[in-house]
């Protein structure tokens, strides 16, 4: 059923956990169905962090290979095929819904090259016999028929039984992904076996495009360091609203590293993933604009190469203080225990001086843009700390500093943030988490992020903390 979890068994609970967090909100949005057919498949494009462009402005994605017959695709790139399902409940409405779908497709493809600023799409399957000079040809060269003989009627038809109507039917490639649009009460779900199906009966990008990045083995969202709690803002568990697709570059994708492999859900869990190098995907290509960016290094995000007690390679200490890779300790404080590679850094203040934890390589930057500083921190005691983006020139020269406000840490992780313009000559800035002199305790330090604020959709151009 649309958003419904009523006949989900428990093993497929995990992966939807997000049907199951706006099923509330579901119940009060359906609403009769407009047509004469039982069933309206039609969705809720998501609007945020900002609206997806009209059709009339919308890039087509177009096939990116051509088979005579879609059914064999071997030999042929790792790409996804879209179908158009359909059972006897509610007939065949192809004609009327295959550009639909193309515009969802099209969509889907938009939100992934928009979440960053490296150009990544998807690799779109088609057939021949149709004319793509048009979008009329190119939604029929893309969207391919099927009807689901074991489809129930009446009730609500399984993703298994879809899979296993698509292999009997022949599509049954390695070598694809099958996106399959349902018109007729059916469910959002991932499923691989014996083909990998991304399914849904609720027509959006958002809603189609969090299915299949549940088939590269993504988990629902999580914030980074904070024990078992959901991120609000991402494709991966708002994707009602939201389109985005992991705005920190730790959890799940990082176009701008494709080796680095993040902790996808809680521990013990130990899937590790990265989206960006998904097989139907293209290779990540930088830089446009985009929603989120990050000038960061993998390491220099989640302190994730070293081990516990070790030195946190890439970040240097001067003043009062010195580090450390956190050492285990209970679950609240170590976010070892958690994601970005269940490592982080512990800077233990010393009251001699002010002391300072600094990202050792200085990111370039462009005088007169604007640029944001994000960190995680934490404390089992207390203390205060600010965040600090100090500007260098060419020549290596320290010309200005600017600092966030002061903040007392609490026992919780939470994420704090400094924003400023890149001033007249700077080229390079130093990151640093600043402790004023004084104070004694220790604090963690996690999920950095460098952002170049320049994606001209919202308020300061940066994404948004959360
Ligand atoms: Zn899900």
């Known amino acids: 059923m649309k958003r419904g979890i009523s006949s989900m068994l428990p093993s497929r609970l995990n992966r939807l956990l997000s049907v199951i967090a706006a099923s509330v909100l579901a119940v009060a949005a359906m609403v009769a169905p407009a047509r004469a057919a039982a069933f309206d498949p039609i969705g809720t494009e998501p609007v945020a962090p900002y609206a997806l462009p009209a059709d009339t402005a919308l890039p087509q994605r177009g096939c990116t290979t051509t088979l005579a017959d879609p059914k064999n695709a071997a030999g042929s790139i790792q790409a996804v095929q879209v179908i158009y399902a359909w059972h006897e409940g509610n007939g065949n409405n192809y004609e009327m819904y295959a550009e639909r779908i193309a515009r969802i497709v099209d969509r889907m493809d938009w939100l992934l090259d928009e979440s960053t600023n490296y150009d990544q799409h998807i690799n779109l399957s088609c057939r021949t016999g149709h004319a793509t000079g048009t979008y009329s040809g190119y939604a029929r060269a893309l969207v391919v028929p099927e009807k689901i003989e074991n489809g129930v009627i009446g009730g609500e038809t399984d993703p298994f039984v879809i899979a296993d109507d698509l292999a009997a039917a022949g599509y049954d490639s390695g070598n694809r992904r099958y996106l399959v649009f349902e018109d007729f009460n059916g469910t959002a779900t991932a499923h691989c076996g014996p083909v990998c199906v991304a399914t849904t009966d609720d027509w959006d990008s958002a809603t189609m495009m969090h299915e299949l990045i549940h088939l590269h083995d993504v988990d629902h969202a999580k914030v980074s360091e904070v024990p078992n709690s959901f991120s609000l803002n991402d494709v991966m568990i708002s994707q009602y609203n939201d389109w985005q697709i992991d705005q920190e570059f730790n959890t799940y994708y990082d176009p701008s590293e494709t080796s680095a492999l993040f902790y996808t859900s809680s521990y013990p869990d130990t899937r590790k993933v990265n989206l960006a190098s998904f097989p139907p995907?293209?290779?990540?290509?930088?830089?446009?604009?985009?929603?989120?960016?990050?000038?960061?290094?993998?390491?220099?995000?989640?302190?994730?190469?070293?081990?516990?007690?070790?030195?946190?390679?890439?970040?240097?200490?001067?003043?009062?203080?010195?580090?450390?890779?956190?050492?285990?300790?209970?679950?609240?404080?170590?976010?070892?225990?958690?994601?970005?590679?269940?490592?982080?850094?512990?800077?233990?203040?010393?009251?001699?001086?002010?002391?300072?934890?600094?990202?050792?390589?200085?990111?370039?930057?462009?005088?007169?843009?604007?640029?944001?500083?994000?960190?995680?921190?934490?404390?089992?005691?207390?203390?205060?700390?600010?965040?600090?983006?100090?500007?260098?020139?060419?020549?290596?020269?320290?010309?200005?500093?600017?600092?966030?406000?002061?903040?007392?840490?609490?026992?919780?992780?939470?994420?704090?943030?400094?924003?400023?313009?890149?001033?007249?000559?700077?080229?390079?800035?130093?990151?640093?988490?600043?402790?004023?002199?004084?104070?004694?305790?220790?604090?963690?330090?996690?999920?950095?992020?460098?952002?170049?604020?320049?994606?001209?959709?919202?308020?300061?151009?940066?994404?948004?903390?959360?």
């Open 281 to 466: 995907f293209t290779t990540p290509v930088c830089c446009d604009v985009g929603y989120s960016n990050d000038a960061l290094t993998a390491q220099e995000r989640t302190i994730e190469s070293d081990a516990p007690y070790g030195f946190p390679t890439g970040f240097t200490v001067t003043g009062g203080g010195w580090m450390q890779v956190t050492p285990p300790g209970a679950d609240g404080q170590v976010s070892a225990r958690y994601y970005d590679g269940r490592r982080s850094l512990t800077m233990n203040v010393q009251a001699h001086a002010e002391g300072l934890v600094s990202v050792t390589r200085r990111p370039a930057v462009t005088a007169g843009q604007r640029y944001k500083f994000f960190a995680r921190l934490t404390t089992g005691t207390s203390g205060d700390v600010k965040l600090r983006m100090s500007w260098y020139n060419a020549s290596n020269t320290l010309l200005s500093a600017s600092d966030s406000a002061v903040h007392s840490l609490s026992s919780g992780w939470q994420e704090y943030s400094v924003s400023a313009i890149a001033p007249a000559g700077a080229a390079t800035v130093r990151l640093s988490v600043v402790s004023p002199a004084g104070q004694t305790f220790a604090y963690v330090l996690d999920s950095l992020q460098l952002n170049h604020c320049n994606n001209g959709r919202t308020t300061d151009g940066c994404r948004l903390n959360g």
